[in-house]
């Protein structure tokens, strides 16, 4: 499956390469956000040259989490986590982390997945993808999935979840396309290269294999990003949304929206979410994070839940913060693919990443 990836994207984790003009960088850093931002990639760079630093190992186990790392010294490297007080007589969901554009994948596991892992019980797994821009994800998925299940890790197979930030945006999209069937939800973030770079609209069989399945999807991003935006700037990348939105999602009585109805709400809509993503959501909302405004947008699936979600911090440029995982999570962590059927199912309650 042909695939794109942004050009230009952040190199080693400067997750402010891409801001739009005016973020105060100063500002930034000093705020709650900014400092949580710092504290999660700290033990990156205090050991970025040894991802199994003892040190690191020890930061891990603190946080509640075992690290391991397999085929180390190849392009098919991949970090697993698992929660400290892993049951083999249990089943544990299972979170797939692609990594951003050029990042280390030890870089990578400081975006707060492994952290939330040993909190929620789950397993993350941060794969090289066999390159920098996740060129080979399409066929490493499969294959560290095959690899994890032989070695005995009690994966639930019905809650597989494939997320990624920046490049690993486009990736994630790579794999909601090639295996739905196997994806209980996904979560490219901040998503708008997803439509903007995509081929979709152009090439169907690219997400053929969608059409019997629903993949639920949230992208999260933030309103200063300078490169991976909303709202949406041209007719095919809408035409990209719509086709997400109509058949991978499955938005229930989903109407295609065009580029003029699109600006239209980015200049006139008083909904200030409308306005932020230029999407005619069937429901929007704000919360308080990190003393920041979050914006959320969403479309409904048939039986009335959220689908598709979209969230923006106000504010924030180019790179995940504390709260952009836990935003993930509590969507995501409500999808299970029924193993026999095929069929997605949502469960209004889902405590933590243990198989009930």
Known sequence: MAHYMPKGAPKGGDAFAWA???FDQAAFEASRAGRHFAAMQAIYK???????HPDVLAYWAAKGVRKEL????????????????LDSSLRYALVYVSH???????????????????????????????????????????????ALLKRGYPVDL?????????????????LACAYPDVLAAVSPDPGGNLFAKGIWYQDASSYAK?????????CVGGTMDGGDRYPLTAVEHLANFNIWMTHIAKVTGFVPIGLEASQALVEHSGDPAKRAFGFDFHRT???????LTWL?????????????????????PHGQTKYHVPLIWDFIRHFSRDTATGASVYAPVALDGIAG
């Open 100 to 146: 951003a554009g050029l990042q280390p994948i030890n870089l990578c596991e400081t975006n707060g997945w492994p952290e939330l892992a040993g909190q929620q019980k789950f397993i993350v797994v941060c794969p090289w993808n066999l390159g920098p821009s996740n060129d080979g994800v399409e066929s490493e998925f499969p294959r560290i999935l095959d």
């Open 20 to 22: 739009l003009p005016g």
């Open 158 to 174: 019905s809650r597989v979840y494939a997320v990624g930030y920046s490049a690993g945006s486009d990736a994630t999209g790579v």
């Open 70 to 85: 397999f085929e180390q010294d190849t392009d098919g490297k991949y970090a697993v986590f698992t929660p400290l007080d």
């Open 285 to 291: 909302f704000q919360a308080r994070f990190e003393e």
């Open 46 to 52: 205090a050991h970025p040259d040894d991802e199994m």
């Open 210 to 218: 969608n059409l019997p399945y629903r993949v639920p999807m949230i």
């Open 296 to 316: 959320f947008g969403d479309f409904l699936g048939e039986e009335g839940v959220p689908v598709a979600r979209f969230v923006t911090g106000v504010g924030l």
